[in-house]
T-cell receptor, first 114, second 112 residues
Framework: AQKVTQAQTEISVVEKEDVTLDCVYE???????LFWYKQPPSGELVFLIR??????QNEISGRYSWNFQKSTSSFNFTITASQVVDSAVYFC???????????FGAGTRLTVKP | GAVVSQHPSWVICKSGTSVKIECRSL??????MFWYRQFPKQSLMLMAT?????????EQGVEKDKFLINHASLTLSTLTVTSAHPEDSSFYIC????????FGPGTRLTVT
């Protein structure tokens, strides 16, 4: 069975603060993919990143960075110098290598105040 | 540009009526499409996997007679909510896997 846990339901920060969104997953598969999506108020999911289970290199994209720790089954997402436009719900998701359906965490609602 | 489209983007219907939601894969031929449902302030939950030319596979707890799925072509899957009730009000999102997972913009259904 696959499961994704995002323990933080809501986070509120002030602009320019750094914020980390946690994601812990469970899977019996040895090969899998992890994702982060952003869902703004419009509802449309915005793809942020995909990470393969065999690639534990951390990744940085502008103000976004991701820390993948297979030993602790975590795939955390950090926004540096947050901005008001970062306010959204962020979902972590897991998909097995040989299965095309995706399982989502409960989501973390991030509010960045000016 | 968009890879997956959905129509309509929102719909309001009366209790007891049926509503059809279309999901189109614009750039890929999709033998498999996925339907998700998202209640307000909740996560996306997989409802069913739509298979072109065969019956859909429903997740546990999803009524297949209530949520009819038709995947008649490689670019179109439809979800029909039959005899809709207010508790069916939700945000319905379809997804296509083609080298990557693409999501449609969603359809907001409100049943009054």
């Amino acid at each position: 069975a696959q499961k994704v846990t995002q323990a933080q339901t809501e986070i509120s920060v002030v602009e320019k603060e750094d914020v980390t969104l946690d994601c812990v997953y469970e899977t019996r598969d040895t090969t899998y993919y992890l994702f982060w999506y952003k869902q703004p108020p419009s509802g449309e999911l915005v793809f942020l990143i995909r990470r393969n289970s065999f690639d534990e290199q951390n990744e940085i994209s502008g103000r976004y960075s991701w820390n993948f720790q297979k030993s602790t089954s975590s795939f955390n997402f950090t926004i540096t110098a947050s901005q008001v436009v970062d306010s959204a719900v962020y979902f972590c998701a897991l998909r097995a290598y040989n299965n095309n359906d995706m399982r989502f965490g409960a989501g973390t609602r991030l509010t960045v105040k000016p | 540009g968009a890879v997956v489209s959905q129509h309509p983007s929102w719909v309001i219907c009366k209790s007891g009526t049926s509503v059809k939601i279309e999901c189109r894969s614009l750039d890929f031929q999709a033998t498999t499409m996925f339907w998700y449902r998202q209640f307000p302030k909740q996560s996306l939950m997989l409802m069913a996997t739509s298979n072109e030319g065969s019956k859909a596979t429903y997740e546990q707890g999803v009524e297949k007679d209530k949520f009819l799925i038709n995947h008649a072509s490689l670019t179109l899957s439809t979800l029909t909510v039959t005899s809709a009730h207010p508790e069916d009000s939700s945000f319905y999102i379809c997804s296509v896997y083609a080298r990557e997972q693409y999501f449609g913009p969603g359809t907001r259904l409100t049943v009054t």
